[in-house]
Every structure is written in structure tokens, then in C-alpha cells.
């Protein structure tokens, strides 16, 4: 781990911006430092993987939480809304991660080659940490190699990505992250109404439409929906909407009226109160202090 922390460690060095969010020229796989403990950062996130390498974050998810530090994965294999927090970094000892998004295709393709065991229930939770395994570390290490050769990047990486994809697959993550890769299976189908949800969060969505596009009934689709998201339709779009507002107010410095408009609420008092229960503070006092946090 030692290798792959110095790996992480010189390219998030090189890359780096104020953002805690590195990208990389590698497509779906992000560095993470921060040099200093982080607030609660609530997030929808899709399918991803994250090794830690140096520090220490907890992932909530419900009623559940997952502390994981250097020397181990968490895995978010369904699109769930999910609250962290950096609790172990200092300029001293940065956090840093390596965060890969999973890609379904890849996962569909290879779960078809290996000769793998039997994929779980869907009620199995979506989100997990474990130990890092050796190959899982040393495919990452050498997909942060590649950004040192950019002329062989666009030759390698996708074979690269493949058999990073394999090692999960392989490892202790592998029998939640197949079922990604199951076309009509139950996580692929809520994840196309989630697909739906990402895109028109703003407009009002009969349950009916997003079971449609699930293909399941009504019942069976709210059932799913809240086994996999651990939240109803209703409720994943209202953390949508309230995510999204207070980040048009942090970013874009709309007010809390105009943000509440503009991610479909009718009603500002509604909003006031639903942003408060969420966020734990009022919009204005939400976003004041942000700022003071920033300045600071």
C-alpha cells in the first residue's frame, strides 16, 4: 500500500485545486485529499469504490454507519444517498483516497466470463467496507502510472480498467458489485428509474411513470426502491432537491427562495422546514456558515 499511497500522494500533489475532488485524465477514476477534517457532505452518489490510503472518513447510509481508513475499500454498488465526513486528516498527514466509478457494462461482461458463485439478495446492503486486497491496490497503482505516459493512456487504460474491475470482482466486494451487471436484475431496474429521478427531479414523477420505466408494478417497485436506495421514491427525490438547492446557493449565490423554485418546490416555508430536518440548519444559517468555514 505503501507504493500506491506515494502514487496518490504525488499526482493529487500535482493535480490538486481547492476542490477536496481530484479528477484525472483516466475516465470514472477521481483522487481525494483534504488536509483537514471535512462537515457532513450529503451526496447521491452512483456506484463507486473507494481505497483509502491515508486517513480515516465514515460513510453513513440510513440507519447505518461504515468507518473505514487507510488499507480499505468501501464500496457503494446502488445509486443511495449517503452522508460522510473526513474525520482523520491534518496538513501533517493528508486524507487520500483513489475513487472509481463502477461501470456496469464492464461488470455485465465479465461476470458472464468468470465462473463466479452465486450473486446474493438485493437486500443485502449497498454499502460495505473491507480490506483492500493485493491486486485490487496493485491495479490501481498501475492505472496512476499511466498518467505518467498520457501517449499510452488512450492504448492501456480501458484494458487497465478491466482488470481493476476483475479484482473486485474477484475479491470480497464481488457479490454485491455483480449484481450491477445483471441486465433485469433488481438494482439495474431501480437504477433506471434513479436515472429518471437524476434528470427530472424538479418536475413532479407519478410513482406509476418510474415503476414504467423499472418495469415492475407500483407495489413492487416502491418495495425494491426502498430495499435498494433504503429510501422511498418520494423521499430520494426530496434529498435530491434539497442536495441540489444547497448547492445553487453555495455555488451560484441564489437565494433560498430562488433555489427552492428552481428544484421544484412551490412552496418557501416547505422547503425552509424540509432543508432544516435535512441539513440540520435553516438555509441561510446553512449557507453563512459554510462561507465563514470557507473563509476560515
Given at each position: 500500500?505503501?507504493?500506491?499511497?506515494?502514487?496518490?500522494?504525488?499526482?493529487?500533489?500535482?493535480?490538486?485545486?481547492?476542490?477536496?475532488?481530484?479528477?484525472?485524465?483516466?475516465?470514472?477514476?477521481?483522487?481525494?485529499?483534504?488536509?483537514?477534517?471535512?462537515?457532513?457532505i450529503h451526496a447521491v452518489a452512483q456506484p463507486h469504490v473507494v481505497i483509502v490510503v491515508q486517513g480515516a472518513k465514515t460513510v453513513t447510509m440510513g440507519a447505518q454507519t461504515f468507518a473505514f481508513s487507510a488499507g480499505e475499500t468501501l464500496l457503494v454498488a446502488a445509486d443511495v444517498p449517503t452522508t460522510s465526513q473526513i474525520v482523520r486528516a491534518s496538513p501533517a498527514a493528508p486524507y487520500y483516497s483513489l475513487v472509481l466509478q463502477l461501470d456496469a457494462a464492464i461488470v455485465a461482461e465479465l461476470s458472464a466470463e468468470i465462473d463466479a458463485v452465486a450473486v446474493g439478495s438485493t437486500a443485502e446492503s449497498p454499502v460495505?467496507?473491507?480490506?483492500?486486497?493485493?491486486?485490487?491496490?496493485?491495479?490501481?497503482?498501475?492505472?496512476?502510472?499511466?498518467?505518467?505516459?498520457?501517449?499510452?493512456?488512450?492504448v492501456l487504460q480501458a484494458q487497465l480498467l478491466r482488470e481493476m474491475h476483475y479484482w473486485l470482482l474477484a475479491g470480497h466486494h464481488g457479490n454485491a458489485i455483480r449484481l450491477l451487471g445483471l441486465p433485469d436484475g433488481h438494482v439495474q431496474r431501480i437504477a433506471r428509474a434513479v436515472a429518471v429521478l437524476r434528470a427530472d427531479y424538479a418536475r413532479a414523477l407519478p410513482v406509476e411513470r418510474l415503476a414504467a420505466v423499472a418495469g415492475m408494478s407500483p407495489s413492487s417497485f416502491h418495495q425494491h426502491f426502498r430495499t435498494v436506495t433504503s429510501l422511498s421514491p418520494l423521499q430520494f427525490q426530496k434529498q435530491l432537491r434539497l442536495i441540489e438547492a444547497r448547492r445553487l446557493m453555495?455555488?451560484?449565490?441564489?437565494?433560498?427562495?430562488?433555489?427552492?423554485f428552481e428544484v421544484g418546490y412551490e412552496s418557501v416555508p416547505?422547503?425552509?422546514?424540509?432543508?432544516?430536518?435535512f441539513f440540520g440548519l435553516s438555509p441561510a444559517r446553512d449557507v453563512k456558515a459554510a462561507k465563514e468555514r470557507l473563509a476560515a
Open positions: 500500500m505503501k507504493e500506491l499511497l506515494d502514487a496518490v500522494r504525488r499526482h493529487a500533489e500535482t493535480l490538486v485545486q481547492d476542490e477536496v475532488i481530484i479528477p484525472t485524465a483516466i475516465p470514472g477514476m477521481n483522487l481525494a485529499r483534504s488536509l483537514y477534517t471535512s462537515d457532513l460495505r467496507v473491507d480490506t483492500t486486497e493485493r491486486e485490487v491496490a496493485d491495479a490501481a497503482l498501475r492505472l496512476l502510472r499511466l498518467l505518467d505516459r498520457p501517449a499510452a493512456a488512450p453555495l455555488a451560484r449565490g441564489l437565494s433560498s427562495s430562488h433555489a427552492a416547505q422547503f425552509t422546514r424540509e432543508y432544516g430536518r
